[in-house]
């Protein structure tokens, strides 16, 4: 990630019910659960040493559904990068990341200097899938995403790391 100030928001975005909040605390707590309560709006600060430097990345754990539009267009336009999550067991999820996009580019001039990682969640729930894996890599080629492409599962710990070590590269 270039131009790293000393903090750095990272909005996480999608659906309700798709990992947004299971994926963060699998990352900064090594925690699960299976349980689920609605996210209005939660911030989460993870410090990093980067070329010798302390940064803190603001990980905006944001609200399934829209609840403050005027909020989200303010961390749209403040974000230094994007963490976009839809289910692979729910299509709906993903027309929804693909509007939240097509809101940050209306938003964003440069998008595409913007880190933006695109993660399909619920891995382990293949028999489930609604969003092939090759349809979601079609869209994220087409919008010059596909390097920052993943299907993971929170659940499982798997390719958590991945996300935020492509979001920071």
């Known amino acids: 990630m270039s131009e790293l100030d000393s903090n750095c928001l990272i909005p996480v975005l999608g659906s309700g019910y798709v990992g947004k909040s299971s994926i963060l605390k699998r990352y900064l707590h090594g925690t699960f659960s299976n349980r689920y309560s609605e996210t209005v709006e939660e911030m989460h600060v993870q410090q990093y040493s980067i070329n010798g430097k302390r940064r803190y990345m603001n990980f905006l754990d944001t609200a399934g559904n829209i609840y403050f539009p005027a909020m989200r267009k303010i961390y749209f336009s403040k ?31 440069n998008v595409l200097s913007i880190p933006c990682v695109v993660v399909g969640n619920t891995l382990y729930s293949e028999n489930n899938r609604e969003v092939e894996t090759f349809d979601a890599l079609g869209w994220a080629c087409s919008e010059n995403l596909d390097g920052c492409f993943l299907e993971v599962s929170a659940k499982d710990n798997n390719a958590i790391n991945q996300i935020f070590d492509i979001l920071l590269e």
């Not at 709906?92 to 938003?107: G, M």
Request: glycine fraction near 4%; proline fraction near 0%; charge should be neutral.
């Open 79 to 109: 974000a230094l990068g994007f963490i976009l999550v839809y289910s692979i067991c729910d299509a709906r999820s993903f027309e929804e990341i693909k509007r939240i996009w097509e809101q940050i580019k209306s938003i964003r001039e």
